[in-house]
């Protein structure tokens, strides 16, 4: 089956700076990438996905970039803000599959 | 719109318990799943549907039952209660059943002691 890794596990920056987050995935039949944001006791939420047809895509701060031929993905935030600080999941589906296999999770933190 | 609710938040059981988490969506969605999500391990599916009367197996469904007898409710069973199930359930549905955003509940934290 799939197998998403993301690194890295805990990422601190400075409120201003940029926060780049990476997932490598194992299936090159794979092509659904979302990207979900968990604030503190909350479920996860959908905040930027991209498809295996698009090389980028941009929604204000944040962008998701994907490599298909190296079978990675990244989440880039710029200009963070405090409000930014939540774990961070990417996660990876076929189309002919309804599984969503997720990362492991990385712990932002937006220092003010 | 309520969306994904479940229900309880928190709940401790002794090994050897029986309980069931609810999960209830009000979005006429599809697809329901359940996940666990433990430190470092990220969210792990357990068990999904992609319609009434349709459950089938994810990455880890031993000692989880399903069943999904109407489209808005996908109950998840522990049989019998062990400390490996320690952790927080989350609920999640989306309309489609290949493709869509998952709406996720608020989760449910369970500790076995």
Redesign the interface.
Known sequence: ?EN?E?HP?TLSVQEGDSAVIKCTYSDSASN?F?W?KQEL??????II?IRSNVGEKKDQRIAVTLNKTAKHFSLHITETQPEDSAVY?CAA?K???????????TQLTVNP | NAG?TQTPKFQVLKTGQSMTLQCAQDMNHE?MSW?RQDP??????IH?S?GAGITDQ??VPNGYNVSRSTTEDFPLRLLSAAPSQTSVY?C?SSYG???G??F????SRLTVL
């Open positions: 089956g998403v993301q596990s659904y979302p979900y006791g909350k479920g996860p939420q959908l996905d999941f589906r189309t002919s599959g309804s599984r969503l296999t997720f990362g492991e999770g | 994904v697809y996940y470092g391990m990220g969210l792990r599916l999904y992609v994810g990455e989350f999640a059943t290949k493709t955003e998952l996720f509940g608020e989760g």
